[in-house]
């Protein structure tokens, strides 16, 4: 059974820092792409920040140089770190595992709730 947890979350006033953990189980985590995802109600989902399986790096114009996603194939775990968070930042944010294999292959977490306010 595939499991992908979210965790460090949380209220932060704006121009703070938080980091996102993701670990995943079931999955042979070194092949697959790892993302974050944000959504807010009414909204769709976006994109935030993926990292491939070779540790390429791509980043939604609005967190260029405040996010980073790294991973660690050792121990199964993903992370964005989120620095000069801003009350936009505010949403859901979603953990994802993808590849390519003749279909799209996609795996969600539950998410983890960030609100940035003071």
């Known amino acids: 059974q595939v499991q992908l947890v979210e965790s460090g979350g949380g209220l932060v006033q704006p121009g703070g820092s938080l980091r996102l953990s993701c670990t995943a189980s079931?999955?042979?985590?070194?092949?697959?792409?790892m993302g974050w995802y944000r959504q807010i109600p009414g909204k769709q989902r976006e994109l935030v920040a993926i990292i491939s399986s070779n540790a390429s790096t791509n980043y939604v114009d609005s967190v260029k140089g405040r996010f980073t996603i790294s991973r660690d194939n050792a121990k199964n775990t993903v992370y964005l770190q989120m620095n000069s968070l801003k009350p936009e930042d505010t949403a859901v944010y979603y953990c994802?595992?993808?590849?390519?294999?003749?279909?799209?292959?996609?795996?969600w977490g539950r998410g983890t709730q960030v609100t940035v306010s003071s």
């Open positions: 079931g999955i042979i985590f070194n092949i697959y792409a």
């Open positions: 994802n595992a993808e590849r390519y294999a003749g279909t799209y292959i996609r795996f």
